[in-house]
């Protein structure tokens, strides 16, 4: 591919289209529509033409089919043309009989390779650069130091929450922006000289590379570190009740250490997950959007829907969107909070348990057609003005499968669920009953098989049956997806990291992007690895230093984990934006190794899961500096230094949070810190580790059909493979992701499918019609409007804590208590006689 220079400016003057006097106006906006452009971009692409021979767009068009022939992502049109250019020969040999299709030829190649093969990263990242603008700048550090310790302190203390409100980059990039300007206003232009280069105070404009160090520095604050949900089962008595847990110093090492090794395995990553092209992350997409709304002054005028005309800058449209979303927020949150979760249908008839059982929000399957007035609710699955339409269908149709798989189980009393809630995460004793894991247990925490056979094993509802069993199919499910569709593009990262290690060599990686980050110093891989032995040191400390009762091997194990589904996962949360958690595969493997040791599973899963998650988290923020052209080096310390203030921060809040909130974690809590993912812990540390993953699933124990969804998952992608090869690229089917299918039935137990459904429709106006028919205003408006929505919840959600909920106050009306029945309290199909149980009677338990 040649060499082409690194600054291209939109909008050039070009020659006319054709030469026959139509307009050339209407020939550019059709061309536009059909390669999934906009005007500007087709014309700049025009305007290099001459400057491609028609060897070198064959060249450029082989190696996009190549790279992309598997990718989800890319269109299928553009494929189909980029072959029929490549298979016409008559082209080459009489190019002057087929000027209009070369030219046509060489428009789309260059639109594709000068900038990037997506409409979606067009719309927001810029293919140039300026290497001489100040990204690492004392305001920006400390500015983004400032952020990182808010952001820790806030998504601490809402975690626990159901809903969760967090801050994410996006509010950050909008907080950040009016308090970088006043640095800039009002800082003097003092400094000092450090290693050949002056560092300011105020080097100038605050610019938006500036802006995005300030953005990554918190997002990767933003992200919590792991350990957290040992210290709750550990430190709380409605848990395990081990009071050498309160230990700070114990803590903190293992905040670190967990957090340390994502962020380690991140960086030996790139090549992998970075740094290729179809790795579009389209969560970044949004922070940087808000960024350039925000930096860049340029407006222009596009035509939306009713064929009106849209001048509003991107900057007004986000302010006006922040606002009313801010205001409205606060009824559904606040003074009317039955809009949240809107249960009419269950309301009609509040005690009738078959329709509060299927149509209830909060104890039900939320079979609702209008089921929330909430944009909280409606983007807690995935976001649907970020995700690509197929993954919202693939993950909706998903969640409706899983539904109809509860409803089965459910209604034929399967494995005694009718006596149990047909929603919940909770776990029973043969009673239907919650467990009392207290009563299995020794004072170290192991269980007591004497203790177990006297009391009962462990049952779980029909939900958890069926999530279960969909987690289980997609561990299996992304391995032989990413062998089909991404081996070779395994295979040159697994190259690029040997030669990388002895040297810098970017050519594995020629697209724009990628030779714009060329000028840029590389991070040594040594670097990283370094960051994983600190991790492992800290790691292995926290564990042997307190009376964990647990070998210190578990920290390799679970990285050995990490090592190998770090890659496939990765993948797909990359090109799809949806992340495959596989805590339930590293609790299954932790329980199996570790029988009857709930804190050894626990620490399994802490170093083999969450490493990972972490690592994809960051790698995230990679991507977002790769897109914004900010050096290596400078991301890597800002993520560095952010992560450890991040975890000291976190570390003292959830100290406040368990010694100064009443009655946190229990299913009442005023405040809605009921603390859904630290019961989802405890009951998956009671079931994996406590009773052990053989008690369970091994010969014998009553659930060892759910296995089943190993060789199912596994073969599914297979068979899709297979079947989509026989159809066009064109056609629906090849739009079905099976990973992402089987990913959507792990939405439930406790939420369900009431906050999936409202997803879907908003999805379909901005990625499916919005986008197709009037690209320029999707371009301008969708990621702004994602990030206006986001932004004014999480700030508004954050007032309403502190200035209201915190003090005790609420308003209390119909509107803020209207469930009722069997949606206030759980309640179940069947009930047993007084005195009697279902199951295996005492003593025989497997």
Known sequence: MSEKIDRIEPAVA?????????????????????????????????????????DEARERAKHLVDAHSEDPNFSAAALERLNAFIANTALLEEPEKHRRAVEEA???????????????????????????????????????????????????????????????STVVQFLAFPIGKAAERF???????????????????????????????????GTLPSSRYIIFTQWLDRYFGQPYAKHFGYQILLALSTDLMGFGLAGLLRRFIVYPSFCVWPRSLVTIALNTSLHNEENHSVLGPFRTIFSISRFRFFLIAFALMFVYFWIPDLIFSALSTFDWLAWIAPNNFNLTAITGMKKGLGFNPLPTFDWNIVTH??????????????????????????????????????????????????????????????????????????????????????????????YAAAVSYAYLHHRRDIALGFRSLFKNFKRRDSSDFPDVHSRLMSVYKEVPEWWYAILNV???????????????????????????????????TGIIEATTGISVEFNVLAEFIGGAWNPGNALAMNFFKCFGYVTTAHALSFANDLKLAHYVKIPPRQTFWAQVVAVVVSAFVATGVMNF?????????????????????????????????????????????????????????????????????????????????????????????????????????????????????????????????????????????????????????????????AETGCEAKYCTRLTLPEGEYFGPRLGSFA
């Open 106 to 168: 060489k428009i789309e190649i260059l639109l594709l390779t000068e900038n990037s093969p997506y409409p979606e990263v067009r719309a927001v990242v810029d293919p140039y650069d300026d290497p001489d603008l100040p990204c690492g700048t004392i305001r920006a550090w400390v500015i983004g130091l400032g952020f990182v310790a808010l952001i820790a302190f806030v998504n601490q203390l809402f975690s626990v929450r159901q809903p969760s409100i967090s801050i994410g």
């Open 534 to 568: 600190v991790a492992i040191v800290l790691g292995v400390a926290a564990i042997a230093a307190w009376p964990t009762y647990t070998s210190v091997g578990v920290v390799f194990f679970g990285i050995a984990l990490a090592l190998v589904f770090a890659i496939p």
């Open 657 to 817: 949070q368990i010694t100064s909130i009443p009655g946190i974690c229990t299913s009442d809590q005023a405040n809605r810190f009921t603390c859904p993912g630290v019961n989802t812990y405890f009951t998956a540390a009671v079931l994996f580790g406590s009773v052990g993953a053989k008690k369970i699933f091994g010969s014998g124990g009553q659930y060892t059909a759910l296995l089943s969804a190993f060789p199912i998952g596994f073969a599914f992608p297979i068979v899709i493979y297979f079947l989509q090869r026989r159809v066009p690229r064109t056609h629906w089917f090849s739009k079905f992701h099976p990973v992402m299918f089987l990913n959507g039935g792990v939405h439930w137990s406790p939420y369900n499918i009431a906050y999936m459904w409202p997803a879907v429709v908003p999805a379909y106006i901005s990625m499916g019609y919005l986008r197709s028919r009037y690209l320029a205003f999707w371009s301008k408006y969708n990621y702004v409007l994602s990030a206006a929505f986001s932004t004014a919840i999480a700030l508004a959600g954050i007032i309403i804590f502190f200035a209201i909920n915190y003090h005790g106050y609420e308003i209390t009306w119909w509107g803020n208590e």
């Open 381 to 474: 699955a995935l976001d649907p003005l970020i995700m690509p339409l197929s993954v919202t269908i693939n993950t909706f149709f998903g969640v409706l499968l899983g539904g109809i798989t509860i409803i089965g189980l459910y209604w034929t009393n399967a494995y005694h669920t009718g006596y149990l809630p047909i929603n919940t995460n909770s776990m029973f004793n043969h009673y239907g009953k919650s467990y009392n894991v207290s009563k299995i247990l020794d004072d170290r925490g192991w269980l007591d098989e004497a203790k177990y056979q006297a009391y009962s094993p462990v049952y779980l509802a029909a939900s958890s049956l069926t999530m279960y069993f969909f987690f289980f199919a997609v």
């Open 187 to 221: 800082l003097p232009d003092i400094g000092l000289t450090l290693f050949g280069a002056r560092h300011s105070l105020n080097p100038g404009p605050f610019n938006r590379k500036e802006h995005m160090v300030i953005s990554i520095m918190a997002s990767a604050g």
């Open 14 to 54: 070009v020659a006319p289209l054709q030469e026959d006097g139509l307009d050339v106006k209407l020939e550019a906006e059709k061309l536009a529509q059909r390669f999934s452009a906009t005007v500007d971009e087709l014309l700049t692409a025009h305007g290099q033409t001459d400057s491609l021979t028609l």
